[in-house]
């Protein structure tokens, strides 16, 4: 399939007084209508990045390095990071979207939906006159499962779930390629949450949009994603095939949150936690920004940053047990027999 997105060591930080290195050296690849999953905890710099690739950091946030390509749907390559502003309003909505956590955030709360799509419409598509504009408004809400009427209703007179569902349909409202969802349904009940990601595969399925979906739920990503990051402490430590991560995850962070998330369908998972907090993103990282947490922590991981590598016949993850010979991997306890 053909790209659509491209981030070549994309670095994102907080400005202050000790700068928060949020996102360290990104790199990832998007092809026409495949979903990307990305995981990591809280605090990670997931959201962070989607806010980079989209183009939406504000300060005290700046990218700080690395490139950002998008290619539309007449194969032009743009440079994002080197938009003027008049071309990425052109680009937004109309190539790629974004759904975010908070559908009320998303919303205007003092217009109509009928309205909020019209802003969009009008600046998109100015060929289109009123009645066409409510007509494909009404179509868009039918297809997200909404009742039609609705366009008339305000931000506070739907639900929840419905909120998050006319955000999903202003996103596709212009046929995007690339939508960028950000914990899209972490704030809805289950049962909702299970509806509205159903809705989705079957819109992606029906429309061909390609999907950056970011969530802390490892769990629901095995299931929507076709490949998938794993983030921590602002990078990307493994990034795989889906299936894979879900068959043989090799970094020892992926391997701990696999234990630590239940999965959506299915049996729960034993819910441990994986023991301990991510680093301090104010300070340098010394070795392996994993290694006070992890359990196959060995004295070069305190003093060597690993990097995302793949090794043969596996995907890049970063982490020093990739050198270490099958069955010989060296524990942080070493007892010498001998003694
Ligand atoms: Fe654990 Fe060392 Fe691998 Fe880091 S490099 S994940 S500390 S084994
Ligand atoms: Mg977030």
Known sequence: ASLVLRATDVSVAYEGRRPTRAVREVSLELHAGEVLGIAG???????????????????????TGGTIEYVDRDGRTWDLT?????????????????????AMNAL??????????????????PEMDRAERRERARRLLEM????????RSFPHELSGGMRQRVVIALALALEPRLVVM???????????????????????AELGFAVIFITHDLGLLLEISDSLAVMYAGQFVEYAPARRIAEEAQHPYTQGLLRSFPSLRGGRRDLRGIPG????????LDGCPFAPR???????????????LAAPGYWPFSCHLRDVPNGSEPRKVEVDERA
């Not at 907090?277 to 340098?284: M, S, W």
């Not at 992890?294 to 995302?308: G, I, K, M, S, V």
């Open 41 to 63: 905890e809280s605090g990670c710099g997931k959201s962070t990045l989607a806010y980079a690739l989209t183009r939406m950091l504000r300060p005290p946030a700046v990218q």
């Open 294 to 308: 992890c359990e196959h922590a060995f004295d070069r991981c305190r003093t060597e940053a690993p990097q995302l």
């Open 277 to 284: 907090n991510p680093p301090d993103l104010r300070q340098d």
């Open 108 to 125: 205007n709360p003092v217009t109509s939906v009928g309205a909020q799509f019209d802003d969009i419409f009008r600046t998109h598509r």
């Open 182 to 204: 950000d914990e899209p349904t972490t704030a809805l009940d289950v049962l909702v949450q299970r509806e509205i990601l159903d809705e989705i595969s079957r819109l992606r």
């Open 144 to 151: 997200v499962g909404i009742d039609p009427k609705r366009v």
């Open 82 to 102: 080197a938009l003027e502003p008049g071309e990425l309003r052109k680009l937004r909505w109309a190539e790629f979207s974004m759904v975010f956590q908070s």
